[in-house]
Structure formats: C-alpha cells, structure tokens
C-alpha cells in the first residue's frame, strides 16, 4: 500500500505546488486599466518565458492537455482533449491516446491529431517563439484542423462542414464581417477567446509585423479588429473559466514558464477592453413572405427584411412547423420537395446575440407534377444519419419524406458533409414518385482500398455503374428514364472494400410527352399531362 499511495503523494504534492497563481506574480497592476494593464501584462508574461521548440509541444500535451481527473477532463480516459471532437454532453465521436495518433497524413476525422495554431502561424511567418507558445496552440483532429485553416473565428451562419462534435465552418454572421469564419461549440468559445486575447498581448509590439488574417489589428492596442474583439468579448462573457482551463494553464506555467492572464484573472478583459453591451432587444418579424417559381420538387421564397436596434445576422426558415436551414438574405430556395405537394412556410429572423423574432406571416406554396427529365426531382445529403460510428451495421434514417436503409454500413466518415459508408452492403431508398431520369452522387474510398465500381439499381434492374475512388469524384448516370414509382439501389459488390457516399440526388421523368389528341368522336383522350399522384385517365366516347 505504501509503494502505492507514496508516489501517489508525491505527484500531488508536485501539481499542488503550482495549483494556484504564483505569489506575486502580478504584481505591478493594480489600478491599471487599458493599453496601460495589457502593456504591463505583455511584461509579466513574456518574463520567463521558455521557448521548448516546436516538437517539444508533443511533450508538453502529456501533461497540459489530457483528459483525465487531474485536469480535470471529461470523460476522464487520459486521451487527448481535443477542442475539435470533444463532446461534452456524451460519448466522443473518436479518441486520441497519448502519444499515438499524431500526425501523420489524414483524409478523415478521427485519422490523427497535429497542432492547432488558435492565431494562425501564417500570420507570423511560422517565427519563433510564436510557433511554438503552448498557450494558443492545441493538440487538435488534423481534419478539422485542415478544415479550420487559417481562418478566423466567428458565428457561422450557413455552414459548408461540421464536424462530428459540432463545429462548424461557414459564412459569417458576426456583425461587421461576411467572409468564412470557424465556430467552435459553446462549451469551448471561452476558451477561445481567452487564448487570442493572450496572443495578442504577449506579442502586442510585434502585431504591427504580422499579417492581419482578417482578426489581427496592425497595432499594439487593441490589437485586434474590432468585429472579431466584440466577437470575443461576448464569447468570453458567455463561456466563463472552466476547472479545465485553470488546471492547464497551471501545467502550460510548469512547461512552459509564463501563463495566461485572462485565465488566472478573467476581469482584466473588461478592465482592457471594456464589456461587451448585452443586446436583449428580439428583431421584428420578417413581412410580406411569398412563395414563387415551383417546380416539381422546389419552391422559392422571398420575404422583406426585419429590423433590430444591432443588426439581424441571419433568418431561420421552417417547412410545415419543421425547421429547414438558416440563410442571410431574404430569398431562398426550398428544394427536396415531393412533386404535386401543398406547404406551409414561416421565417424567424434572429441578431447575433440569439434573440429571435415572433414568426412571419405562414405562406403556403404547391409543386408541380413530375415530368420529362429535368430539374431536381429528388436529393439526399445524409445530414439524418445515425450518429457518428465507426462499427459496421444496418442504418435507418428519413429525409424528405424518404426513408434509407443502408446495410454493412457505418456513419463516422465525411465527404462534402456526412456520408454513408458501405461495406459488403447496399444502399436503398422507400418507394418514391415522379420517375426517374438520371441519378447523381458523389463517391470516395476513405481508407486504403482500391478503385472500382458500385452497381446503380432501379425497381431491381441494373442501370448503370458508378466508379469510385482514392478521391471524391462525382458521377452522374443517364438516360436511366423509368416512369412512375421507383426504389433506388446504390450496391457495394467488391468484397471488402469500402466506399463514402454523399449529395445523391436524381431528375423526375414521366413516360407521357404528349397528351390528348383528337380525330374524330371515336378519338380518345389521355389526361393529365403531366401525370399527377401516379394516376392516369383515359377519356373517349367509345
């Protein structure tokens, strides 16, 4: 018992030694507020500062970045704690154990993890000590790393990736910048925040040399561009210091020497750059919703803009009582629909800090019937899949009123967004109307198979073949031209080898060009053109 509880105590007594701010280490300001206190911070934390080099940032996240009790973590496993796949309300879509899984080359998430420079490196030319400063840079999933880039951080309104915990890349929705931004989840926008604003103190007298990144600010104060700042700012407010990152900026000191102040004092930041203003007032509703140019699976709407006393950032579209997507313009486009089918449609409006107005007025708006091959009769994006898993087994899912089956498959991979992975199984759809004239999708081997070809079934019949790849590729089929109810079937026949799928989508068709056609009273007539509801009618008088 001894052996056990005597090293045991050590370590304890070890981490209990830096378990609080050295004594007197701020010293020096009191009464400060301003460019005057991040001045004398800059001071503080660039003194004693140790540079361990780049590659000593793996050493340094066996103890500043592990998920375990004396962090302390989440799950409390002692993998990686990584910003990026971290799911604080339930099971990690994927794990890191230290020290395997660093990177290394990826094509997916859960591949490996590298560094997260929080300030891009870009930004400072990848110099000393910048590129290696543990206090803004992560140990993170190299994909969604990948995918972050040297982005800066924002809100995110319409997304092009989310990753498997919720992160999101997309166009940006926070006041004063439209370009693309990255958004972390809720639980770690704080700490975001916090490490930036650590940046741009420990290197204020340098910013004036360092590229921008649409973040940046070209001098020492504030030293950042103020739509990120107020970004931050609220971000900060709303995501208060965890245990989490007090217990690492405690190990990052004993690493690395120098800590992060906004950690150790959160109020500093309204003593620097003042508090963000909390804007409670909701946007009025948006007016005059229409609804305009059906066809047969897709509406368009067009609605005049809310006000609110800040600025509306984004709308909030609803489909029969159901949420569909969030844009921020005043037209739309709603696709996927069923041909010959009524909707119902409101908008919300909502301003950056989450206040939502009461609903527009609800406009209502048909499709039309199926016909010739054209336009978008059907899509599937597999953003309804099961969540994220990386065992094989049959999954079930709806979208658009279609219900997939795919069988020898699983749900952790990504393409464009999600994606469906089959095995040594099939893909297959419920019965679904307006015919069928050509079939699109898009395909790529996540692992290290080889090339081949899927086979395309309708009602059964073999079609087409659809290749895939090492690279995603997209494929269309033509001339498949079957009229009426169809099932679609997307079929792995290569034995053990496993292929992504995702953005299928496919035209209606109807066998009928022509309709009624007249000679004399003993002429008959065939109605309607297009065929509607999967019925036809003959007329004549004999």
């Known amino acids: 018992m001894k052996r056990i509880l005597f090293p045991f105590l050590l370590i304890f007594a070890f981490a209990s030694t830096f378990a609080q701010i050295p004594t007197g280490y701020y010293d020096g300001t009191t009464g400060l507020t301003g460019a005057a206190l991040k001045t004398k911070l800059k001071q503080i934390i660039t003194n004693g500062h140790i540079d361990n080099g780049y590659n000593g940032l793996w050493a340094g996240y066996q103890t500043t970045d592990r998920d375990n009790i004396a962090m302390p973590g989440y799950e409390n496993d002692n993998t990686i704690l990584d910003l990026y796949s971290e799911n604080p309300n339930g099971t990690d879509p994927y794990s890191y154990n230290y020290p395997s899984g660093q990177c290394g080359s990826y094509s997916s998430e859960g591949n490996c993890y590298n560094r997260e420079h929080v300030v891009p490196q870009s930004l400072f030319s990848s110099n000393a000590p910048m590129v290696s400063d543990i206090n803004f840079i992560r140990p993170t999933d190299g994909k969604v790393n990948g995918m972050r880039s040297n982005f800066p951080y924002g809100k995110v309104g319409s997304a092009s990736f989310t990753s498997l915990n919720g992160s999101k890349l997309g166009t940006s929705i926070s006041p004063g910048y439209s370009g693309t931004v990255f958004e972390p989840i809720d639980a770690f926008k704080g700490d975001i925040a916090r490490m930036i604003l650590y940046f741009v103190t420990r290197y204020e007298s340098q910013l004036s040399g360092f590229g921008t990144g649409n973040m940046l600010g070209g001098s020492a104060f504030p030293g950042l561009q103020t739509w990120e700042l107020n970004q931050l700012l609220a971000w900060h407010a709303a995501d208060p210091v965890s245990a989490t990152e007090i217990s690492r900026n405690n190990a990052s000191y004993v690493y690395q020497g120098n800590r992060n102040p906004y950690i150790d004092h959160p109020e500093y930041v309204a003593q620097i750059w003042g508090t963000p203003v909390a804007d409670t007032q909701a946007p009025t509703a948006p007016t005059n919703l229409a609804t305009n140019s059906p066809s047969s699976n897709s509406i368009s709407l067009s609605w005049t803009a809310s006000t609110d006393n800040v600025g509306v950032v984004a709308y909030d579209i609803y489909k029969d009582g159901t949420f569909y997507t969030t844009v921020t313009g005043t037209t739309a486009i709603v696709s996927g629909l069923n041909p010959s089918t009524t909707y119902n449609f409101y908008v919300i409006a909502k301003d950056a800090a989450g206040n939502a107005s009461t609903a527009s007025n609800t406009a209502q708006g048909t499709t039309l019937a199926g016909g010739q091959p054209g336009g978008s009769c059907g899509t599937e994006d597999f953003s309804n899949i099961p969540a994220a898993a990386s065992s094989y087994a049959s999954q079930n899912w709806t979208s ?29 759809s419920s019965t679904v109307s307006g015919g069928i004239g050509s079939l699109t999708v898009t395909t790529k081997l996540p692992f290290s198979d080889t090339s081949g070809n899927l086979t395309l079934q309708i009602n059964g019949n073999n079609v087409g ?30 034995t053990g080898k496993r292929i992504s799928i995702d953005d299928l989508s496919w035209t209606c068709y109807s066998a009928l060009g022509t309709a009624e056609t007249t000679k004399d009273k003993n002429a008959f007539s065939i109605y309607p053109n297009p065929v509607k509801n999967n019925e036809l009618f003959v007329k004549g008088e004999t």
Do not use: C, M
């Open 400 to 428: 658009n009123n279609i219900t997939w089956t795919a069988t020898d498959a699983r749900t952790d991979q990504t393409i464009n967004g999600k994606a469906i992975t089959i095995r040594n199984g099939n893909l297959t």
């Open 465 to 494: 073949t659809i290749p895939f790849g090492t690279s995603a590729a997209t494929t269309t089929v033509n001339n498949i031209n079957v009229a009426g109810n169809v099932v679609i079937k997307i079929i792995n026949s290569e």
